[in-house]
């Protein structure tokens, strides 16, 4: 199997959406973006394994970023071969045995995508590893939260907005329909797409983060509901707190509003590039709106999860529209309309 065979399979298997945004970009910038997703999630496979110590998965991640940092093979080191035994989903398993491939992938690419991949995935190690670093626990009985909601603003730049910046500097070193972009313009509109994903995977993710020790939700805004990170373990609060998703649902939406105009603002010809910002951004809106009409957000019996029809949907027709910034803009619109209504937000 070729080196670029290899991470195609590996990549579809540790992820199923974004294989899909990965499968449509222009192929001169699938290098760089694929091999930088597979270090960042070998790095995110290091931090959940449980089954090793907190403290020898955040040396492991050091280990990491210094292999990163200095483009150097880890080799089968007794801590990658230790976090691969660990896993019990056999691709992850698998990615972390190809770690060294991964890396000697990285090594070759030319320079330039070389050391944009370096900075993204040495910022996204820094997030993994704070994250470790603050949630002491792993089971609620060690529950801690986020302080403030620039806490959280600022962990989803660690751990999603800064991909936002990398893609705008690898396409526009690639792309030459993007020499026109303005960089300094583009960069943060980049950074709060991804922060709008970031977001979506906070707010599904919170019955499930809770019995896992983290609470993303903050506390000082929980205080002024009069509750306690620990009351949200409770279903039935899901009803007191409403107010707070509401308010994390509007800073979603601030961000998805931008990541569609960093979306509309890609060249229609670069088609490709388009559909890869837009499909992750209809996905999360959908799951947003599945969230917003949830009155039991909290009950960790209830998953919220888009099924594959509905993706494949989503898919289709936003490829109908994908070479109309007026078409594509009314649908951007029409989802972030359906979320607003359900979480009775005011446009």
Known sequence: MTEGAWASAVLKQVSRSFHLSLAVLPRSIRP????????????????????????SRVDHLRALRGAVARASDVGSTDWTLATAANQSNPSERRLLERLPECLAGFRALPGADRQSV????LTLIAGMTEDLQHFPGEDETALAALE??????????????CVGEFWTDVAIAHLPRLQTWDATAMRPLGVRLGKALQMTNVLRDVPRDLRQGRCYLPRRALSELGLS???????????????????????ALDHYEAGWRY???????????RLACAWPLL????????LARDAVWLDPARV?????GRVYGLIAGSTAAIWSNGRLAALARHWVARVRAAAALNP
């Open 148 to 161: 403030t909601w620039q806490d959280l603003d600022r962990y989803t730049y660690l751990v999603a907005g």
């Open 283 to 290: 996905i999360g809106l959908r799951t947003l709106d599945l």
């Open 118 to 121: 370096r900075d993204v995935v």
């Open 263 to 273: 979306t509309l603002a890609i060249p229609r010809a670069e088609a490709r590039l």
């Open 229 to 251: 990170p620990s009351d949200l373990l409770d279903p039935a609060a899901a009803r007191r707190a409403r107010p707070l998703l509401a308010a994390a649902l509007q800073t």
């Open 32 to 55: 760089a973006i694929g091999l930088a997703y597979l270090l960042a999630r070998a790095a995110d496979t290091i931090a959940d394994t449980r089954l090793v110590a907190r403290a």
């Open 304 to 308: 919220i999860k888009i099924s594959r």
